[in-house]
């Protein structure tokens, strides 16, 4: 069961950095354009992305790493770098809703933009939060990501014929 709770895990992380490394991409489609549907379609993507993918992969992300918690029974709490790990993935999630939140808003505003109402202007401090705050997640995920990987300060106890040491 952990192996696939640890499986989930890694699946929901390629669908978390992946849908938000091509928010990047699509979002670059609107820059310096006055084509109210290019905008429109672009926000649109970028909703479907974050309904579809980055979302579900967040709570997919969530979930596995608290079934593995649970099932090692939070034996893993106990080492600095899970810690650090689990304190990083709280901030990812928060800060995670308030780009969400920016995306609805940039798309709403791209919506009045191609019916002809408001203007670009409405665009800008959804599109800075957008900005800035998923700039600073993608570096906290892979920061994050480093972290599960490399396991710094992991305490490892010497081994014996195959088995930890009293």
């Not at 938000?20 to 993507?45: E, K, N």
């Not at 928060?94 to 791209?110: C, E, F, Q, R």
């Amino acid at each position: 069961m952990y192996r696939w709770l640890k499986l989930a895990h890694v699946f929901g992380f390629a669908l978390f950095l992946g849908s938000i490394l091509a928010h990047v991409v699509t979002g670059r489609v609107h820059a310096g354009t006055d084509d109210a549907s290019l905008v429109l379609y672009a926000r649109d993507t970028i909703c479907i992305a974050t309904r579809a993918l980055t979302a579900p992969g967040l709570l997919l992300l969530m979930a596995s790493g608290v079934g593995m918690l649970w099932l090692s029974r939070g034996e893993p709490l106990r080492q600095r770098w899970m810690q650090i790990h689990l304190a990083l993935g709280a901030v990812i999630a928060g800060v995670s809703v308030a780009v969400v939140v920016a995306v609805a808003k940039l798309a709403w505003a791209a919506e009045a933009l191609a019916q002809g109402h408001g203007g670009v202007a409405a665009l800008a401090l959804p599109g800075a939060i957008e900005r800035y705050a998923g700039a600073a997640n993608i570096v906290m995920i892979l920061v994050t990501a480093g972290l599960a990987i490399v396991r710094p300060w992991r305490q490892t106890k010497p081994m014996i014929a195959g088995r930890p040491a009293a």
